[in-house]
């Protein structure tokens, strides 16, 4: 479905009122549900490639009131590293509300990607290490976050938890290889005599893809021949090529393409600390590229 301006205020409000919607479901509020029945609740109140939102928001706001035990959904929040428990303590001593929790995470998804990465905080046993994504990348995702000012590192970030959740080995079924699934012929164009398998490499080519990408699309946008958010433009053409974004006029009206970008946006807040880390979210339909 092409984006125009008032779509996407349209959509701002839509998914915000199934937010709420879903948290109040039942009048007590769906926190007073089991798990599968909290999500459930939460998908019925969504339409189309949206009802993914649902999904890691309620997962967020159950996490904050102690509602998901270890078995819950594959152990969500279970099993934590140093770095993420420290994050985690720190994050239960701000005492934030869940609504407001849910509202925050809606806002990021909602947002444009330019947001920090979660790192433990200052005053804390080990400060400044990354807590939603790899330690050893940590450094190469914030570069390519600063390769163009529309491309930020929850973007980067986010977009390799949804593609191949940070396995540097993985081969998708179109052949693209690597951490961040750049097109092969993409790849070969953008890094000559490169390893895709070299996460570091691949995350550097995934940037300036990308900043590519976000070029063409804002100049359809400017020139008029196309209408939407230009990140989400940006994220489609990445999944479905550029070719489809302009013979749509924006974001292609198929499932690929829709569910590629609300799947990439679902991991922004996770990635900005909101809620569970992403590494012990599960891996199921909305969360990953399938």
């Keep these: 479905m ?4 008032g779509a ?6 839509a998914s915000g009122t199934a937010v709420r919607a879903a948290l109040a479901a039942g009048g007590c509020g769906c926190l007073t549900l089991p798990v599968g029945a909290a999500v459930l609740v939460a998908v019925l109140f969504v339409l189309g490639g949206l009802a993914v939102l649902l999904f890691p928001i309620v997962v967020i706001v159950l996490f904050f009131m102690g509602q998901l035990g270890g078995g819950d959904l594959g152990g969500i929040g279970q099993d934590l590293t140093t770095q993420e428990t420290i994050c985690e303590d720190a994050e239960r001593r701000l005492g934030t509300e869940p609504d407001q929790l ?3 995470a809606q806002d990021i998804f909602l947002g444009d990607g330019r947001g920090a990465l979660e790192l433990t905080p200052p005053g804390t046993a080990a400060p400044g290490h ?7 990348l940590l450094l190469p995702i914030t570069d390519a976050g600063s390769v163009c000012d529309a491309i930020g590192p929850v973007t980067i970030a ?10 540097s080995d993985f081969v998708g079924p179109n052949g693209a290889e690597g951490i ?5 012929d993409v790849f070969d164009r953008l890094r000559e005599d490169g390893d895709p398998f070299d996460a570091e490499q691949s995350i550097d080519a995934q940037a300036d893809y990308l900043c590519e990408l976000a070029d063409e699309t804002q100049a359809l946008i400017d020139n008029g021949t196309a209408v939407g958010n230009p990140l989400d433009l940006t994220l489609a053409a990445y999944d479905v090529g550029m070719d489809a974004v302009r013979e749509a006029g924006g974001l292609p009206a198929t499932e690929e393409a829709q ?6 946006r679902s991991w922004f807040a996770s990635m900005e600390g909101v809620g569970p880390p992403p590494r012990t979210m599960p891996a199921t339909s909305g969360l990953i590229d399938t």
């Design 130 to 136: 990354p807590c939603t994504v790899p330690e050893n």
């Design 8 to 13: 996407a205020t349209g959509t701002a409000t």
């Design 259 to 264: 569910s590629y970008v609300t799947g990439v």
């Design 158 to 167: 986010a977009q390799i938890q949804y593609e191949t959740r940070f396995d």
């Design 180 to 184: 961040s699934q750049v097109p092969p």
């Design 102 to 104: 849910a509202t925050r």
């Design 2 to 5: 092409t984006h125009s301006d």
